[in-house]
């Protein structure tokens, strides 16, 4: 059996890699493997199951990269894929190591016999582990490497273990063993004969893509690297405690939410119903080793330049120094230049060096194409050099590329470039810009080009967090209030360059990230230049519910080009549907004033406790998204309500000079990553409500605006198509015009009721079941947009032209017409980014005899999607069709009202509508 990938977890940078590369030196896996090193994000003590849900996200991340997937996609990590995640511990924190300086998974064997041919322990759990699981299923093996098996050598390999069902592996053992043991299963077999956890799971597929799935709630995407980057403190779980205890028969809900653990979530319960213990005819033994074992002949030795006590290696003993490191910066076919300098010099058409403005006149050779920003003043411009023929889309490491019609890695070398060289004409030309922030803008999504260039498929997925706190002194020059950017170029610079001297493509490619974090906060000021307007409004009585229920929305036409930048470079138009799913509204708040000086927030059905907010430190992390309560206490400080910044008073003497505390619930019946709009649309409710306990009211056109400067305070970012969908009734399109200040205007569509009701007996809404992972959907898109890319810029105006199309089917009520204006849509999306699951591709070919059109909602990937079908109340025949698919079918409609707001009782139901 073949594995096809190795993840090994390590505490450190440094250990991981020495421990991947002992592996791939000694030939310890089969070439076709994809082998990892997975450090831990942190210094602290990270935890097993912290680790082996960070080593899943590595995994999910490599495996989609190299199916060319630029966001994670679960069937290219998850289906047909088998992958072990192998637990290897440092010497410092591991115990009872035959030497100080190695983990015990590199000390050699202190047994003879049927291990003659294994140097030490890891290479007898290899062997073991691929005996053991041969034939296995696609899923997910975990191993330790502080146990070892023997497997007996006359019994068959599927007489041990059942792979259809996931399962833990365990040996039977005595009570006197049990006892020291630690992780028992006495239930299975009975107090005389309790079952020894070995430290192997199997997970089936199915399980691991659940887990896979955690990486998107909080507070579990702080066991990833995912959710530190992106601001979270570290959260440490231990694989068998949190995890797998949980994932048992034996665990109920209520079992694990009396453990000190209620702020992990319920989400791992909700991962699969139950697991199996699976036993056998295995013998444990357990690698007690003591100091002065010796290292036998042949044995490989890793993480040590000198061996301690005098000991002496035997003959054929490689040693390996602590040392290593993998040198990226000089792998010449990794690199990659983008044109980024001033004129260029007669008779040379490069974009790798830096020449004055006054060699303007320069002759450019046949074949050759100039593209310059239109942005650029007389003073600096930015040309992006390429030849007609060069495959610009091939990538750089790979064979294919060329610049000027000569190969990229011969041109490379033949002109000395260096990724520091052309960094740091980047940085001055970011730097020269302070006046240009276009200019500037771009230059630092080119930097971000580069280092994730250099980096490669190695470095994982392009897109991630960039919310290191290592970048915040950077990020904070380029805040809007305190705009400094030559000196944010600088403290960006100086920090990347930390990075890159670990020499690692991961780190390499999280730099890369968090430049695109720069130019995320370079947009923001475009985004902040929208106004909103407010009015005084009579709030509610003291105690006294203000309520806002809001519907979620359906895209139709011309999603994508209301996202900044495009929406106000190129300018955007989107058609939308207000929708109500099984005849209710899917999303809310209320909030209300309370007497005590503290602030409430809580999510209505959520298992996990309310946040409290008494001291303005709480609020601190409002710009981490997956923070709890992140979202409201955003809405707080933008809408005046508390302030943090500045020589604010403490937020108990605040909230008494406001009247009184707060209490905010929150709720959404929708997945995550339903595609329906859900947090821009909440984050309208909220801004409502909240207003409306302060006295203060939004028109809907000064609320879509509202979402986006909320959105912008939250670095989610973000278009206006969502809100606009939400708040408004019924059918709209909304437009900006390309120019700053930002502006939205919406218009509604105004159809006949029969014309309504005929549109909703034709509309139908099914949840995929597939969850989008891809949280960073958004910076893909950025990314192409920032590269000029001639196929995106036609998109972009097929987009739009797209939403007037559809906009005319829709006033002439031709359902055949809105199909194929969908249909259409769905197309340009996928252009757009990497969207369409496989099981969503299957699905359309089911449902392609039954519909006029169809896309999935937002932009893609999983969540729901909309169909228009030929026939009237089609759900039977949909029902019918996609019997065999794990999706929901929904009843939906469109919905006349839009965002309402009105006050409520704190003990009654009555309501007074505004």
């Known amino acids: 059996m073949g594995w096809t990938c190795i993840a090994v977890t390590a505490p450190s940078a440094e250990q991981a890699l020495a421990i991947k590369e002992e592996l791939l030196r000694a030939k310890l896996v089969p070439p076709a493997t994809l082998v990892l090193a997975v450090p831990d994000p942190t210094d602290e003590p990270f935890g097993s199951g912290s680790a082996t849900l960070n080593a899943i996200l590595h995994v999910a991340e490599a495996l989609s990269a190299r199916a060319g997937f630029s966001t994670i996609n679960s069937e290219a990590s998850t289906a047909q894929q088998r992958t072990l995640v192998l637990h290897v511990g440092s010497a410092s924190r591991g115990r009872c190591s035959a030497h100080p300086c190695l983990p015990k998974a590199f000390c050699s064997l202190p047994v003879r016999g049927s291990f003659d041919p294994y140097a030490s322990l890891i290479d007898a759990t290899l062997v073991t582990l691929s005996r053991l699981f041969e034939g296995m299923p696609s899923g997910l093996c975990i191993a330790s490497t502080d146990s070892m098996l023997l497997l007996p050598q006359d019994v068959a390999a599927d007489a041990w273990l059942d792979l259809r069902h996931s399962c833990l592996v365990a040996v039977p053992s005595t009570l006197q063993q049990a006892t020291h043991h630690g992780a028992t299963l006495g239930d299975a077999c009975g107090d005389e004969e309790p079952l020894l956890y070995t430290g192997l799971t199997f997970l089936r597929a199915p399980l691991a893509e659940k887990l896979l799935e955690l990486h998107g709630s909080a507070p579990l995407d702080a066991t990833g690297y995912l959710g530190i980057d992106s601001g979270a403190a570290p959260l440490r779980l231990e694989l068998w405690s949190d995890l797998l205890t949980p994932l048992c028969d034996a665990a109920s809900e209520d079992d694990y939410w009396s453990r000190d653990a209620r702020e992990l979530g319920a989400a791992v319960l909700q991962a699969e119903g139950g697991g199996s213990t699976a036993a056998g005819c295995l013998e444990c033994h357990h690698c007690e080793l003591r100091a002065g074992v010796g290292v036998g002949e042949g044995c490989f030795v890793s993480g040590v330049?000198?061996?301690?006590?005098?000991?002496?290696?035997?003959?054929?003993?490689?040693?390996?120094?602590?040392?290593?490191?993998?040198?990226?910066?000089?792998?010449?076919?990794?690199?990659?230049?983008?044109?980024?300098?001033?004129?260029?010099?007669?008779?040379?058409?490069?974009?790798?060096?830096?020449?004055?403005?006054?060699?303007?006149?320069?002759?450019?050779?046949?074949?050759?194409?100039?593209?310059?920003?239109?942005?650029?003043?007389?003073?600096?411009?930015?040309?992006?050099?390429?030849?007609?023929?060069?495959?610009?889309?091939?990538?750089?490491?790979?064979?294919?590329?060329?610049?000027?019609?000569?190969?990229?890695?011969?041109?490379?070398?033949?002109?000395?470039?260096?990724?520091?060289?052309?960094?740091?004409?980047?940085?001055?030309?970011?730097?020269?810009?302070?006046?240009?922030?276009?200019?500037?803008?771009?230059?630092?999504?080119?930097?971000?080009?580069?280092?994730?260039?250099?980096?490669?498929?190695?470095?994982?997925?392009?897109?991630?967090?960039?919310?290191?706190?290592?970048?915040?002194?950077?990020?904070?020059?380029?805040?809007?209030?305190?705009?400094?950017?030559?000196?944010?170029?600088?403290?960006?610079?100086?920090?990347?360059?930390?990075?890159?001297?670990?020499?690692?493509?991961?780190?390499?490619?999280?730099?890369?990230?968090?430049?695109?974090?720069?130019?995320?906060?370079?947009?923001?000021?475009?985004?902040?230049?929208?106004?909103?307007?407010?009015?005084?409004?009579?709030?509610?009585?003291?105690?006294?519910?203000?309520?806002?229920?809001?519907?979620?929305?359906?895209?139709?036409?011309?999603?994508?080009?209301?996202?900044?930048?495009?929406?106000?470079?190129?300018?955007?138009?989107?058609?939308?549907?207000?929708?109500?799913?099984?005849?209710?509204?899917?999303?809310?708040?209320?909030?209300?004033?309370?007497?005590?000086?503290?602030?409430?927030?809580?999510?209505?059905?959520?298992?996990?406790?309310?946040?409290?907010?008494?001291?303005?430190?709480?609020?601190?992390?409002?710009?981490?998204?997956?923070?709890?309560?992140?979202?409201?206490?955003?809405?707080?400080?933008?809408?005046?309500?508390?302030?943090?910044?500045?020589?604010?008073?403490?937020?108990?003497?605040?909230?008494?000079?406001?009247?009184?505390?707060?209490?905010?619930?929150?709720?959404s019946r929708l997945p995550t990553g339903s595609g329906l709009g859900t947090s821009s649309i909440l984050a309208a409710a909220i801004i409502a409500s909240v207003g409306a306990v302060h006295g203060v009211a939004y028109d809907k056109a000064d609320l879509v605006h509202a979402v986006l400067l909320v959105e912008q305070m939250l670095t989610t970012g973000g278009g206006w198509q969502d809100q606009a969908g939400g708040v408004y009734p019924a059918l709209n399109i909304s437009f900006s015009p390309p120019s700053l200040p930002l502006t939205v205007r919406t218009e509604a569509l105004q159809l006949p009721r029969e014309a309504l009701q005929r549109l909703d007996a034709h509309l139908a809404l099914i949840y995929t079941g597939k969850t989008r992972l891809a949280r960073n959907l958004l910076q893909d898109v950025l990314r192409r947009w920032y590269s000029a890319n001639t196929a995106i810029v036609a998109n972009v105006d097929a987009l739009v032209a797209n939403a007037h199309t559809m906009r005319e089917a829709l006033l002439a009520g031709d359902i055949a017409a809105v199909g194929a204006s969908l249909s259409a849509y769905w197309e340009q999306k996928k252009l757009m980014c990497d969207a369409e699951p496989a099981a969503v591709t299957r699905m359309l070919a089911k449902l392609r005899p039954l519909i006029h059109g169809?896309?999935?909602?937002?932009?893609?990937?999983?969540?729901?999607?909309?169909?228009?079908?030929?026939?009237?109340?089609?759900?039977?025949?949909?029902?019918?069709?996609?019997?065999?698919?794990?999706?929901?079918?929904?009843?939906?409609?469109?919905?006349?009202?839009?965002?309402?707001?009105?006050?409520e009782k704190a003990d009654a139901p009555a309501a007074e509508e505004q």
């Open 854 to 903: 169809a896309t999935l909602c937002g932009a893609g990937g999983g969540g729901f999607m909309a169909l228009i079908t030929k026939e009237p109340n089609a759900d039977a025949a949909i029902a019918a069709a996609l019997r065999e698919e794990e999706c929901v079918l929904h009843r939906v409609n469109v919905h006349e009202r839009g965002l309402c707001t009105w006050f």
């Open 305 to 667: 330049s000198t061996l301690r006590g005098g000991c002496e290696l035997p003959p054929h003993t490689a040693l390996l120094d602590t040392t290593f490191s993998v040198e990226v910066l000089d792998e010449l076919e990794r690199s990659a230049a983008v044109a980024a300098a001033a004129s260029p010099a007669p008779g040379h058409a490069t974009p790798l060096r830096r020449y004055s403005s006054a060699s303007a006149t320069f002759g450019v050779p046949e074949g050759v194409a100039l593209a310059e920003d239109g942005a650029a003043d007389a003073a600096r411009r930015v040309t992006l050099v390429f030849g007609l023929h060069d495959a610009l889309k091939a990538p750089c490491g790979g064979g294919g590329a060329t610049f000027l019609g000569e190969e990229w890695s011969a041109f490379v070398e033949r002109v000395g470039a260096q990724l520091l060289e052309l960094l740091k004409v980047l940085d001055d030309v970011a730097a020269d810009s302070a006046h240009n922030i276009p200019v500037a803008t771009k230059a630092l999504a080119t930097i971000a080009d580069a280092l994730a260039m250099y980096a490669g498929p190695a470095g994982g997925l392009r897109s991630g967090p960039a919310s290191n706190p290592s970048f915040r002194a950077a990020f904070e020059a380029l805040q809007p209030s305190a705009l400094r950017l030559e000196e944010a170029v600088e403290l960006l610079a100086a920090q990347r360059d930390r990075w890159l001297q670990q020499r690692r493509a991961e780190t390499m490619m999280r730099a890369a990230r968090h430049y695109e974090g720069a130019v995320a906060r370079c947009i923001s000021n475009g985004v902040l230049t929208c106004v909103c307007a407010t009015k005084a409004t009579q709030p509610p009585s003291f105690g006294d519910w203000a309520v806002s229920e809001v519907p979620s929305r359906i895209d139709l036409a011309g999603g994508w080009s209301d996202t900044p930048p495009l929406c106000y470079e190129h300018g955007g138009a989107v058609v939308t549907a207000a929708i109500a799913i099984d005849g209710a509204c899917a999303l809310g708040c209320r909030a209300r004033r309370l007497r005590e000086s503290k602030i409430v927030i809580s999510i209505e059905g959520a298992q996990a406790p309310p946040t409290v907010c008494t001291q303005l430190d709480d609020l601190n992390d409002y710009c981490s998204p997956l923070a709890a309560g992140a979202l409201v206490k955003t809405v707080l400080l933008f809408s005046g309500f508390v302030r943090l910044r500045g020589e604010a008073p403490p937020l108990e003497q605040q909230l008494i000079d406001a009247g009184g505390g707060l209490e905010v619930v929150t709720w």
